[in-house]
């Protein structure tokens, strides 16, 4: 049973530029996660797909925005690149209900030079 | 605002000692409360989870975490560190289920020395 995979690994970008990353949830999930996490920080939740819509939002800009597939994968986009946004971005998977936990990928590292 | 807190940002202890990670929070209700473990440069993995009831939980790895809720805090602990035990840990919290977000604290990067 796969866990969640995220692709890339690793990403070097310039500013301005536009990065996708990309997850696939855990078997049987449908609601998926994503967090930023700064060097030396805790993971900061993005947002949240469930059912194609995003449900939940954290204090990101617009410049983040993302994407859920029929078969519940997820993309993030996240347009305009600043050196800020360098950071592992950790996708997360679950499903919907109140006892359930969150089951997180590797995560892409993120670099904008 | 709805929170958690590790006071601690970095904590030694030597192999074989007890450990013991510190997580206060912060909400308006009895949250879901969680302790993840990171290694360096990967994802997060749980160690254990609180939800409702037996307020002493256990879980993988030998850890174990008590939820106070007159102290409003989440410790988690192990009886005899391993060096394997060396990484990052994130208490994180959430209150309801379905479209909650669950919120991290800044973690607690521990060191194991012989």
């Known amino acids: 049973d796969a866990g969640v995979t995220q692709s890339p690994t690793h990403l070097i970008k310039t500013r301005g530029q536009q990065v996708t990353l990309r997850c696939s949830p855990k078997?049987?999930?449908?609601?998926v996660s994503w967090y930023q996490q700064a060097l030396g920080q805790g993971p900061q939740f993005i947002f949240q797909y469930y059912e194609e819509e995003e449900r939940q939002r954290g204090n990101f800009p617009d410049r983040f925005s993302g994407h859920q597939f029929p078969n519940y994968s997820s993309e993030l986009n996240v347009n305009a690149l600043l050196l800020g946004d360098s950071a592992l971005y950790l996708c997360a998977s679950s499903t919907t209900g109140a006892h359930e936990k969150l089951f997180f990928g590797s995560g892409t590292q993120l670099s904008v030079l | 605002a709805q929170s958690v807190t590790q006071p601690d940002i970095h904590i030694t202890v030597s192999e074989g000692a007890s450990l013991e990670l510190r997580c206060n929070y912060s909400y308006g209700a009895t949250p879901y409360l969680f302790w993840y473990v990171q290694s360096p440069g990967q994802g997060l993995q749980l160690l254990l989870k609180y939800f409702s009831g037996d307020t002493l939980v256990q879980g993988i790895k030998g850890f174990e975490a008590e939820f106070k809720r007159s102290q409003s805090s989440f410790n988690l602990r192990k009886p005899s560190v391993h060096w394997s035990d060396a990484a990052e840990y994130f208490c994180a919290g959430r209150v309801g289920g379905g479209y909650q977000k669950v919120t991290f604290g800044t973690g607690t990067k521990l060191q194991v020395i012989p």
């Open positions: 078997s049987g999930h449908d609601t």
